[in-house]
T-cell receptor
Framework: DVKVTQSSRYLVKRTGEKVFLECVQD?????MFWYRQDPGLGLRLIYF???????EKGDIPEGYSVSREKKERFSLILESASTNQTSMYLC??????????FGQGTRLTVV | QKEVEQDPGPLSVPEGAIVSLNCTYS??????FMWYRQYSRKGPELLMY????GNKEDGRFTAQVDKSSKYISLFIRDSQPSDSATYLC????????????FGSGTRLQVQP
């Protein structure tokens, strides 16, 4: 079974803090993704990576950055957390152009 | 207009009913079509995967793709309370950008 593990299920952070969300996959997938999910808006792509040290912006990259130093690990960084970044964050990995297997999600609250 | 449209529901049906969930899309380049099921406070899990047009069946689930109409469906036969979840459609061109585009999800409630 594919396993995508996100480091935290729930996080509460203060406005202005730098926040790190970590994701690890164990299937040697070349692609990894970060989405955020908000009621009524569905899943929106923040960033994705198709190789180590490679990244591409998704639809809503503003206020976020990513890091992929190793194939199995993809980190999402909120440089200065704001209340409008309160959301469910979902990491996924996959092979090829049509796969995505998701982690359990991190529910982030910024106060 | 969103690239993928999906009725948010909620859709409430009695146990044993046939459920029909649908998505429409505007990008004619989409070739891969998926359905995900997401239980409350969990990540989405892949339910069905279809390439191009046609039908695919897996147990009580049938996925249909009509590329000419830009319309996809998921049918659930003999629905169970355990099917209560949010169902997300997702699509990919298969080339170029290697990321899926999702619908906003339909919440389904199956009443015992």
């Amino acid at each position: 079974d594919v396993k995508v593990t996100q480091s935290s299920r729930y996080l509460v952070k203060r406005t202005g803090e730098k926040v790190f969300l970590e994701c690890v996959q164990d299937m040697d997938h070349e692609n990894m993704f970060w989405y955020r999910q908000d009621p009524g808006l569905g899943l929106r792509l923040i960033y994705f990576s198709y190789d180590v040290k490679m990244k591409e912006k998704g639809d809503i990259p503003e206020g976020y950055s990513v890091s992929r130093e190793k194939k199995e690990r993809f980190s999402l960084i909120l440089e200065s957390a704001s209340t409008n970044q309160t959301s469910m964050y979902l990491c996924a990995s996959g092979r090829g152009a049509s796969q995505a297997f998701f982690g359990q999600g991190t529910r982030l609250t910024v106060v | 207009q969103k690239e993928v449209e999906q009725d948010p529901g909620p859709l409430s049906v009695p146990e044993g009913a046939i459920v029909s969930l649908n998505c429409t899309y505007s990008n004619s380049a989409f070739q891969y079509f998926m359905w995900y099921r997401q239980y409350s406070r969990k990540g989405p899990e892949l339910l069905m995967y279809t390439y191009s047009s046609g039908n695919k069946e897996d147990g009580r689930f049938t996925a249909q793709v009509d590329k000419s109409s830009k319309y996809i469906s998921l049918f659930i036969r003999d629905s169970q309370p355990s099917d209560s979840a949010t169902y997300l459609c997702a699509m990919s061109e298969g080339t170029g950008r290697r990321a899926l585009t999702f619908g906003s999800g339909t919440r389904l409630q199956v009443q015992p």
